[in-house]
Nanobody, 120 residues
Framework: QVQLVESGGGLVQPGGSRRLSCAAS????????MGWYRQAPGKQRELVAR???????NYADYVKGRFTISRDNAKNTLYLQMNDLKHEAADDYYC??????????????WGQGTQVTVSS
């Protein structure tokens, strides 16, 4: 059973920085892709940043140049460095991982989420 555990959320002032971490219970090399998503109450979960096993990265337009996704394979951990945080970045952030099996079957795993609050 795959477990993803996020940490690093909390209160940060506008313009400040925060680093989220996502620790996996097993080797993250087994995942075809990992990513960070955000979700506001009553809204759909949306992609913030994603990294594939091959190292391809894509970001939501509104975080380009401010957020950086990275991973430490030795620590089995995914990170999201968030800089210059704005009020609208306040949300629950979720770590996700996808493992693709044969015949196109995809297994998606989610963490429990970590809350980021942006306030002065």
């Amino acid at each position: 059973q795959v477990q993803l555990v996020e940490s690093g959320g909390g209160l940060v002032q506008p313009g400040g920085s925060r680093r989220l971490s996502c620790a996996a219970s097993g080797s993250i090399l087994s995942f075809n892709a990992m990513g960070w998503y955000r979700q506001a109450p009553g809204k759909q979960r949306e992609l913030v940043a994603r990294i594939t096993s091959g190292g391809s990265i894509n970001y939501a337009d509104y975080v380009k140049g401010r957020f950086t996704i990275s991973r430490d394979n030795a620590k089995n951990t995914l990170y999201l460095q968030m800089n210059d945080l704005k009020h609208e970045a306040a949300d629950d952030y979720y770590c996700a991982a996808r493992r693709e099996r044969i015949a196109g079957v995809k297994d998606d795993y989610w963490g429990q989420g970590t809350q980021v609050t942006v306030s002065s």
